[in-house]
């Protein structure tokens, strides 16, 4: 079996970590079962070539500076998933089951479920967006890596008919470092802790609407990383959060087109929408592993309709997006796992 | 007073991955499974590691296993075993349900066959 392993915390500080300065951690720490971890250095070197030298040849370059970054794919695990969520959205609002709190369902969560709970507006407060850590190691090729100030600017999750659901996420890092063999026995979940399937998947969605074919949900978090005069480092010192909102959108394609799908697409008709993922896996007293993601206020945004064809089935496919209508809250996601806290 | 040199069978390992949910967890490479709240019995007959196995474990800072009491070593192996025991059963009813699906393909396959072959014969 090829050995190595990903690392992910979340860092805590309002500095996000950089080449000089390294952050306080939630004492969460997640070894990720993932799919794909794909760091680049995104070394941006200094050429010279196109000074007057008058040389017919290729000038050698040098380093001058860096823009790391991370993408990272993976099953939709209960724990994962939270994790990813803390990183991106911040500590959510963490309840132990106790027999008497409730999911989203109006499901009572019983003792051994804790439940954990994002809502919108999302993320840490002030000008410095959710951040994460990443140590990678490629045991086989004896190469370590550091990843610090990684903030997620996208996480997508999709719905794949086989492979299990999934999650990407890609974002920019302050700092890449090759670093030493940290020489950690990783642990994992045992593999009776299922991910989250396409089959677990079920949506209350617009009123009257086709037969949904597809169904991606994405949280983008708008970046801004800058390097500040002064700092003295090749790699970006400040990671901030850019103009506009975390937003829900997604992707819906519909297997025929429904008149009341494209009346809201023409009509901007807002809806309540819920996302509910029920794994077939229990915690605790018979409660499931499950995943809430409510919108109180859906919009097509846009849409496309098949042409029409000398077909027997047209589809449409539509764009929506969470909005609110002046309340906070618009977008709830609720988390039920066996991780009593991601603080 | 030194401190006190625990019974075989008498201990056990607990997982100390910090933030890690209650569920098994596996170290690859260490036997057994291990949970955050409650402590897998070592040394035991049947036990997934040997108390000297268990005490190298603990003391390795690189492997997120301690060694604890176990108040009730029977009690902790029963619950143990009642967890592998299903784990098993879980393994076994998938690696059926795929023989299942291997069979189903293959009898696809040939319906299939058969559907294509016979206008042709007509």
Known sequence: ?343 | MPPRKPEAGAVGLRLTLPGAPCTPHNLPGVPGFYWPDRPTPVGGDGDPVTLEHAQQLAADPAVNLELVDVADAAAARAEYRTFTDAARGVLRQVAATAEGDEQQIAADQLAAASATTTPAED
């Open chain 1, 1 to 343: 079996m090829p050995l190595g392993y990903a690392i992910l915390r979340r860092e805590t500080t309002n500095a996000p970590g950089t080449e000089t300065v390294t952050p306080t951690y939630a004492s969460k720490l997640l070894y990720l079962p993932a799919l794909e971890v794909n760091p680049d250095l995104g070394p941006a070197p200094l050429d010279r070539g196109d000074e007057i030298r008058n040389i017919d040849e290729p000038v050698s370059v040098v380093p001058e500076v860096y823009n790391p970054s991370l993408s990272v794919r993976s099953r939709m695990y209960p724990d994962s998933l939270g994790q990813m969520l803390a990183v991106m959205l911040g500590a959510p609002t963490t309840t132990a089951g106790n027999g008497v709190i409730t999911d989203p369902g109006s499901t009572v969560i019983p003792v051994g479920v804790t439940r954990h709970v994002w809502t919108a507006p999302f993320g840490p407060t002030g000008i410095v967006p959710g951040c994460g850590d990443w140590r990678l190691a490629y045991r086989d090729q004896g190469t370590f890596f550091q990843l610090k100030g990684w903030a997620p600017s996208s996480l997508t999750i999709t719905n794949p008919e086989s492979g299990g659901a999934q999650f990407t996420a890609q974002g920019p890092a302050n700092h890449m470092a090759r670093i030493s063999d940290p020489g950690l026995t990783p642990s994992y979940e045992a593999l009776t802790v299922l991910p989250f399937m396409r089959r677990n998947l079920t949506l209350s969605w617009l009123s009257g609407s086709a037969a949904t074919e597809d169904f991606t949900l994405t949280i983008t978090n708008p970046l801004e990383q800058t390097r500040s005069v002064g700092s003295g480092s090749a790699y970006p010192d400040l990671m901030e959060k850019a103009e506009g909102p975390i937003t829900v959108t997604g992707s819906i394609p519909k297997r025929q087109l429904d008149p009341d799908d494209y009346d809201a697409l023409l009509n901007a008709t807002g809806f309540a929408a819920t996302v509910t993922y029920t794994s077939p896996v229990i915690i605790a007293s018979g409660y499931p592993y499950k995943l809430f993601v409510q919108l109180t206020n859906a919009q097509y945004v846009a849409g496309e309709i098949d042409a029409l064809q000398n077909r027997r089935r047209h589809g449409a496919s539509f764009e929506f997006r969470g909005t609110t209508t002046g309340a906070a809250g618009h977008v709830v996601i609720t988390l039920c796992n066996a991780t009593t806290s991601y603080a």
